[in-house]
Every structure is written in C-alpha cells, then in structure tokens.
C-alpha cells in the first residue's frame, strides 16, 4: 500500500482556518468512511481528532472538523490557536485489515 | 479508562531480534482487534501488523512479512510482536493500538510507544 499524500506544511495567524488535505485512491480514502485524523505534538503520541471522515471523539474541540470529495480527504482547523501547532496525519482503512497513513503536515501558528 | 502500554525496545544489532509487549487494561482486550504501528525518526506512522480478537487471522505489511510475528495472550492481556531479522530501517518508535470502539476501523487508541533502534 503506498501513502497517503500530504503537503508537508501549512500554517495560518491566530484566529484564521486552515485546511489539510490528504489524497488516496479507490483503495483507500475512496472506498471507505474510516478516514481518520491525527494531531501529534514533538515526543508525544499521535492523538485521534476526526474519526469516520466527521466525526469528532469526546473532547475534541468543534474547531477540528473533517470532509471527503472522491478521494481526498480535508481537515480544517478554524479559530487557529498556538496550541494547535503540531503535526497532523490522515490515516485510512484499505480493506483487509489493512491501513494507510499520510507522510504528515507540519501546521505552523504564526 | 482504554490504556495500552508497550515495553520491549531498545538497542539491537542488524540481524538481531527483539520482542515487543503490549500490556492492555480498562476493557476486555479479548473483544478487540489488535495492531501495530510504527514511526520511524521524522516519518508519518506505518502500519504494520494486525490481529483479530480469537488469534484466528493475523495481517502484515510487506515491510515485515516473513520477519515480524504478531501474539496476543487474552488471558493476560496482553498483545507481542516477536521482530527477527531486524534491518536499519526498522528503527522506529512502536505502537500498539485498538480500535476506537467495538468492531470499528479506526485505530482509536495508542500507547505511549517504546523505541527500537538497529544499529551496529
């Protein structure tokens, strides 16, 4: 399975949206719902923040939501914080028990 | 509360072996599935193994078919992954990881990850 495609960085001014997108294939982010979102600060753990294309797990800020046309899949950030600078990766179910993640995108906070 | 907690990295010579654990609490670990993913320094995570909740069917990436081999002890909680073979580019921070709820696709939940460095 080859990777989900990322741009590497993206970056916004407190208070602005920002939007990631996340490109597959039939295989992946097209043919299934379980399109996932991850926010990874520096040492730490990759921590789910959209699951399902749009959904978002208990805690989760109403900021963070998620979309997919075809096959690509879209975070957006809106209301931009200092703490949402982190690194974010798309993952996907591939059939099979069988998943791919993105390369990652380096949001900045500017 | 879902926890998971891996143990077992550390520093291993190319060719050598190693044996991941995964210690699982605050659900009952023989209704889940079970996976591992791997981070190398500076990359995005890459799955790499997966086991259904009886042992029944497993999975592997090709990256490590052939080489890795993923167990799970139900009546300890527990979930392995036995690495033989281990290349330079097998360096990476490993995650043991269940589904988000019950017979979902999303790998929900990570453990804090252990580190696995190959090198002579």
């Known amino acids: 399975q080859s990777a989900l495609t990322q741009p590497p960085s993206a970056s916004g001014s407190p208070g602005q949206s920002v939007t990631i997108s996340c490109s597959g294939t039939?295989?992946?982010?097209?043919?299934?719902?379980?399109v996932s979102w991850y926010q990874q600060h520096p040492g730490k753990a990759p921590k789910l923040m959209i699951y399902e294309v749009s959904k978002r797990p208990a805690g989760v800020p109403d900021r963070f939501s998620g979309s997919k046309s075809g096959y690509t899949a879209s975070l957006t950030v809106s209301g931009l914080r200092a703490e949402d600078e982190a690194e974010y990766y798309c993952?996907?179910?591939?059939?099979?028990?069988?998943?791919?993640f993105g390369g990652g995108t380096k949001l900045a906070v500017l | 509360q879902v926890q998971v907690v891996e143990s077992g990295g550390g520093l291993v010579k190319p060719g050598g072996s190693l044996r991941l654990s995964c210690a699982a609490s605050?659900?009952?670990?023989?209704?889940?599935?079970m996976n591992w993913i791997r981070q190398a320094p500076g990359k995005g995570p890459e799955w790499i193994s997966y086991?259904?909740?009886?042992?029944?069917?497993?999975n592997y990436a090709d990256s490590v078919k052939g080489r890795f081999t993923i167990s799970r002890d139900n009546a300890k909680n527990s979930l392995f992954l036995q690495m033989n073979s281990l290349r330079a580019e097998d360096t990476a921070v490993y995650y043991c990881s269940r589904a988000f709820f019950y017979d979902s696709r999303t790998l929900g939940y990570w453990g804090q990850g252990t580190l696995v460095t190959v090198s002579s």
């Open positions: 039939s295989s992946d982010v097209g043919g299934y719902k379980y």
């Open positions: 993952s996907s179910y591939a059939g099979s028990n069988n998943w791919v």
């Open positions: 086991i259904d909740s009886s042992s029944s069917y497993t």
């Open positions: 605050g659900f009952i670990f023989s209704d889940y599935y």
